[in-house]
């Protein structure tokens, strides 16, 4: 039985001028995956990367085909969400859960500075998730009694990919999405 995954398309972006139901979907480069291509895909926001992002979520493809474009879709130039039908096998396509790629490479707790783990507080993966997203600055690491001073709490690309992975229930495709695969397409306004 095929998975069900999503791809939100805003307005003037890479993907928006073509019906993807017809041609597919490419990564607009190429390469070798590694942890580097990962966390700038998913935490950079790069949009040059060998692979392709897809959700399990609507709510997010929507959020990404209302938000990424250019202009504000409108019930006359509408933005698309894609549905995407990935078969269980799939011989020769590559599709990386990002959280387990990160953390599988990390995973080594006395590694520095390579590592997903954390100083802040228990508050800290929801300012991640939600402030730094829109600029926000980090806040301070809580220091031992008696220490003076403070420092911005650690947060390295690793923490943000794989938080930013969850927020957005994403997944990667390394190459591209075969045509056959889009079953449907949602005019979002």
Excluded at 35 to 51: A, L, R
Excluded at 78 to 97: R, W
Excluded at 179 to 189: E, G, L, P, S, T
Aim: charged share 15%; with cysteine.
């Amino acid at each position: 039985m095929p998975v069900k995954f999503f791809k939100g398309v805003g307005i003037g972006t890479h993907n928006y001028p073509t019906d993807l139901r017809t041609t597919g979907i490419s990564p607009r480069g190429t390469g070798v995956l590694n942890d580097v291509v990962v966390m700038q895909h998913i935490s950079g926001g790069t949009t040059y990367s060998p692979c392709v992002s897809l959700t399990k979520s609507f709510g997010v493809a929507r959020d990404y085909a209302m938000n990424a474009g250019f202009n504000a879709p409108s019930p006359t130039v509408p933005a698309y969400v894609y549905e995407i039908h990935i078969p269980e096998k799939s011989p020769g396509v590559k599709i990386i859960d990002p959280v387990d790629y990160i953390a599988s490479r990390n995973a080594n707790p006395l590694a520095l500075p390579r590592t997903y783990h954390h100083d802040g507080d228990q508050q800290f993966l929801g300012f991640v998730a939600y402030s730094l997203s829109a600029g926000g600055a980090h806040p301070a690491a809580p220091v031992p009694p008696g220490l003076v001073g403070g420092r911005p709490v650690h947060l390295s690309d690793q923490t943000q990919t794989i938080v930013f992975a969850m927020r957005d229930a994403e997944v990667l495709v390394h190459g591209s999405v075969p045509h056959n695969w889009i079953v449907q397409r949602y005019d979002i306004f």
